[in-house]
């Protein structure tokens, strides 16, 4: 069957180059890359050896779930594969996605390894992003094959596959949830709850470029307290805990028991203080069990 590779992009044309050319890489190259651009000005790409179609969303903020369903709504093929614009598939990441898809209908998701901030910025191989990604503290990969995850919150949204009929069946992202942030994780437990098995994929890997972060995300806080706040009253616990606390350790939420109420906005020096610095690249953080990494 064919496949169709999602991406969405938000002003960052130079990842989303870098996607592409590991797309062009790979040894089973897709059928089509759909890119549903929300950035400032709009992006374009080279061709690439396979049809690439660029939808263009306005919009503001970063509406995750809403992007995500519009680009399964323009793919053309029954396998998706998901990759966020951060991420760089490396040359047997499609066909082994693809090709576990054809044996497992599961929600799978890629081997995601996080790149240092020098790392595939110009002409690169394979190998020295091999040598330089580093694999993330939580989440275990087998050296081959796959690995059933029994913990829904472990879904990664950066990197993954599943069959149309699946996704549909699902009515895709919840669009409930606006902005950034538990998007994922409530698709991770639906999935779950609607016995779609989370498959870990070996050697189906694919490098996270690094860009500029907060840990925790004081850029997204309402969207984060907002998206807690839906996330924890359909499922009856909190996403995002880590987060949270560090959120409430700053005074910019009280969060106690079922109630979470957003204080006050952070300040530019409270943003600039949480600014993960380059050499802390070499130690993604593990965050909560109901969201681990973006």
């Avoid at 592409?20 to 897709?30: A, I, K, N, T």
């Avoid at 779930?65 to 680009?71: S, T, V």
């Avoid at 709850?193 to 850029?219: K, N, T």
Wanted: hydrophobic share 45%; with cysteine; proline share 6%.
């Amino acid at each position: 069957m064919g496949v169709s590779v999602l991406t969405i992009v938000r002003n960052r044309s130079h990842h989303l180059r870098q996607l592409v050319e590991g797309l062009r890489r790979s040894e089973r190259q897709p059928d089509e890359l759909v890119i549903v651009d929300m950035s400032d000005t709009p992006v374009s790409v080279a061709p690439a050896g396979f049809p690439i179609r660029i939808d263009r969303f306005e919009t503001h903020g970063l509406p995750l779930a809403a992007a995500r369903n519009r680009a399964a709504a323009l793919a053309r093929f029954e396998n998706l594969i998901f990759l966020d614009v951060d991420c760089i598939p490396l040359e047997r990441c499609v066909g082994i996605l693809a090709d576990t898809l054809a044996h497992h209908d599961a929600l799978l998701c890629a081997d995601v390894r996080y790149l240092g901030p020098d790392d595939a910025r110009g002409v690169w191989t394979e190998e020295e992003l091999i040598a330089a990604g580093r694999h993330h503290p939580v989440r275990t990969f087998p050296d081959n094959g796959v690995r059933e995850e029994p913990n829904p919150g472990l879904f990664w949204s950066l990197a993954f596959a599943l069959k149309r009929a699946r996704f549909v069946s699902l009515a895709g992202f919840d669009e409930a949830f606006t902005g950034y942030g538990a998007e994922d994780t409530d698709f991770g437990f639906r999935a779950s709850e609607a016995d779609i098995r989370l498959l870990f994929v070996g050697q189906a890997i694919a490098c996270h470029q690094h860009h500029d972060s907060y840990d925790p995300p004081l850029q997204h806080l309402e969207d984060i307290v907002r998206n807690a706040r839906t996330f924890q009253a359909r499922w009856g616990r909190w996403p995002m805990e880590g987060w949270l606390r560090a959120f409430a350790d700053l005074g910019l939420v009280r969060w106690q028991g079922e109630a979470l109420d957003l204080l006050r906005l952070p300040t530019d020096a409270e943003k600039v203080a949480t600014r993960v610095l380059p050499e802390q690249h070499l130690d993604p953080p593990a965050r909560s069990p109901a969201r681990l990494a973006n």
